[in-house]
């Protein structure tokens, strides 16, 4: 199951683990994401929402 968030579609990001003498060795950021019952077209569907997206919808309802 990938990693991406199914309202965003914001996916990892990549990078370096820099050690204390710098050297590289590389490493993901992985999206924080939740299962979530959403209503999609009036049905209650469980979708991977990223914690970000799911604070956003829940600020605009309210």
Do not use: F
């Not at 710098?22 to 979708?47: F, S």
């Amino acid at each position: 199951m990938s990693r991406i968030c199914a309202v965003t579609g914001k996916g990892p990001l990549s990078g370096n683990n820099r050690s204390d003498s710098l050297r590289a060795t590389r490493r993901r950021w992985n999206v924080n994401l939740q299962k979530v019952r959403v209503m999609v077209d009036g049905k209650e569907k469980t979708v991977r929402m990223s914690a970000r997206a799911l604070r956003t919808l829940k600020s605009q309802q309210g």
